[in-house]
C-alpha cells in the first residue's frame, strides 16, 4: 500500500488562499485502511508539505514536481525511502481552501483520496517509536522499531509487502502493560533486500530472523504478533522452537501457510512438494525408493493438484477477462520467492490466538465486476475461509478462533476494540501479567 511521502509544493499559492495547516485522510485499497497526515508550510518559493501514512511509515520523502493551475494540483513523487515506487496525486481545491478531492495513482492502481483541513486537537497523532537495526545474516540486517513500555515482550510482525510500521498505531495501545516492539522482514521497507531467490526467503529463513532479533534483543518468550503472511514466520517458530514464545496471534493469518489440511489443500504448497519429488526421481537413489515415490505421486500427489487447479480454475471464471491480472502476484519475483519457500505446518504446541475474517470486507464492487459475480466471489472466499479457520481450529484444539464477520483483511483495523479485548486476556494469561 501507499508509504509515506513528503511533497514540496512549489507553484504559487492559489488565489492568495492561505493553505498551511493539518491536512488529513484515508486512502482505502487491498482491504485496508491508509491514513494520511499533511502538515503545509510557507516557504520562499512556494508551498511545503510533508505527508505521512501513519498507519505504514513515520518518515516522508520529497516531491519530484509539483504543477498548480488554477484549482487543479498535480504532484508527481518519487519515493526517498529503500522501497521506492513512486506515484503521483491529483486534486482539486475547493473554494474555501477546506478540502482537496483528488486520485491517488501509484504503479499497482488508482485510488480516490480527500483530505479535509483539521485543527492540531483534531488531527491524527504522528506515532512515536525508536528505531535500530539488527544483523540477521551475511549481509542483512532488518529494522526494528520499539514503541517502548514495560512488562512482558510482544513483537509484532506485518504481512506480505507491509513492514512494521504497519502497526505504529495500534502497537502504542498495548504498551502500559507490554513491552512492544515490530520487525520488518527482509526485503521491505528500510530492512535489506538479498535478491528475490526462493532460498533466501523460505519459511525456515524468515523464521530464523525473527529468532535473531529475539536473541539480539534478549527477549525471553515473547509474544508474537502477526498479520496475513506472518502466521508462517509464527508457525515455524512455534512448530520447532514452541520454547522460545509465550503465545502467538494471527491476525487474519491462519491460512495454509500458517496451518496446512490436506483436505483444505493450498496450490501453493502442493505445488512445491510436487516439485520436490518430481526432481527426487532425477536424483541417483535406489529403485525401489524411486518406485515408492512414484507410487506416491499417482495416489495422492497428482489427484491433490489436480483439485487445487480445478479450484483455481473455478475461482478465475467469475473474474472477466477484461480486468488485469498479475499473475506474479503484487510483489513480483518477491512474491513469487514467498510462495516458493513456503512449508507445510500441522503442528503448533503453543498456546495460540487466531482471527478469521468470514466473509472478508472487500469494500465497494469493482468497475468490470457486474453484482451477481461479485455476490459469488465474496460467497467463494467466504466458503474458503471457513473452511480453514475450521481446519486450524480442528488442528490446533488448544486455539481460541476468533471469527469476525464482515472485517477486512487488516482486522486489527476494521474491528479494533474486539480484537484488542481478546488480545488483552490472550496475552495476559499467557505471560502472566495481572
Known amino acids: 500500500m501507499t508509504r509515506a511521502v513528503a511533497m514540496m509544493w512549489l507553484a504559487t499559492p492559489l488565489c492568495a488562499q492561505n493553505i498551511a495547516g493539518t491536512w488529513q485522510g484515508t486512502i482505502s485499497a487491498f482491504g485496508g485502511h491508509f491514513r494520511q497526515v499533511m502538515h503545509v508550510a510557507k516557504a520562499d518559493t512556494g508551498w511545503i508539505a510533508t505527508i505521512y501514512s501513519i498507519d505504514e511509515a513515520a518518515e516522508g520523502d520529497s516531491s519530484a514536481s509539483v504543477a498548480l493551475r488554477g484549482s487543479h494540483l498535480t504532484i508527481t513523487f518519487r519515493h526517498a525511502s529503500p522501497a521506492p515506487d513512486g506515484g503521483s496525486f491529483d486534486g482539486q481545491l475547493d473554494p474555501q481552501a477546506s478540502t482537496i478531492a483528488g486520485t491517488w495513482t501509484q504503479p499497482d492502481g488508482r485510488y480516490p483520496l480527500i483530505v479535509r483541513r483539521v485543527s492540531p486537537k483534531d488531527a491524527w497523532p504522528i506515532p512515536a517509536h525508536t528505531i535500530r537495526f539488527i544483523a540477521v545474516d551475511t549481509n542483512v540486517k532488518l529494522e526494528v522499531l520499539d514503541w517502548g513500555g514495560s512488562g512482558h515482550p510482544v513483537v509484532f510482525l506485518s504481512g506480505l509487502g507491509g513492514t512494521a510500521h504497519n502497526f505504529d498505531t495500534y502497537a502504542p495501545k498495548f504498551t502500559p502493560q507490554y513491552h512492544v516492539y515490530g520487525i520488518t522482514r527482509r526485503g521491505f521497507g528500510a530492512s535489506s533486500a538479498p ?32 498479520h496475513s503472511i506472518a502466521g508462517q514466520e509464527m508457525s515455524a517458530i512455534g512448530s520447532r522452537h514452541p520454547d522460545r514464545v ?70 478465475m471464471s467469475l473474474v472477466s477477462d477484461s480486468l488485469s491480472v498479475r499473475p506474479d502476484g503484487p510483489n513480483g519475483a518477491l512474491g513469487n520467492a514467498f510462495l516458493s519457500g513456503g512449508e ?61 464477520p464482515h472485517a477486512n483483511h487488516f482486522v486489527f483495523q476494521s474491528n479494533e476494540a474486539e480484537v484488542m479485548r481478546e488480545m488483552n486476556a490472550f496475552m495476559a494469561k499467557v505471560s502472566g501479567a495481572p
Open 195 to 226: 535478491a528475490p531467490i526462493t532460498q533466501n526467503y523460505t519459511a525456515t529463513r524468515l523464521s530464523d530472523d525473527v529468532l535473531a532479533v529475539l536473541d539480539s534483543l534478549h527477549l525471553v518468550k515473547p509474544i508474537l504478533v502477526g
Open 344 to 404: 507445510k505446518f500441522n503442528h503448533v504446541p503453543v498456546p495460540v490466538l487466531a482471527f478469521f475474517a468470514i466473509p472478508h470486507d472487500r469494500g465497494p464492487r469493482p468497475a468490470g465486476v457486474d453484482s451477481a459475480t461479485f455476490a459469488q466471489l465474496i460467497a467463494a472466499d467466504s466458503a474458503s475461509t471457513a473452511a480453514q479457520a475450521n481446519a486450524f481450529a480442528a488442528g490446533i484444539p488448544s486455539a481460541r478462533v476468533v471469527r469476525l
Open 246 to 315: 509465550a503465545g502467538l496471534v494471527y491476525l487474519d493469518a491462519g491460512y495454509a501457510y500458517a496451518y496446512y489440511d490436506s483436505t483444505v489443500g493450498d496450490f501453493s504448497l502442493d505445488r512445491n512438494d510436487l516439485e520436490g519429488k518430481l526432481h527426487s526421481l532425477e536424483r541417483p537413489i535406489a529403485l525401489k525408493d524411486k518406485r515408492a515415490i512414484v507410487r506416491g505421486l499417482l495416489q495422492t500427489d497428482l489427484p491433490r493438484i489436480e483439485r487445487d487447479i480445478r479450484d483455481w480454475l473455478q475461482r
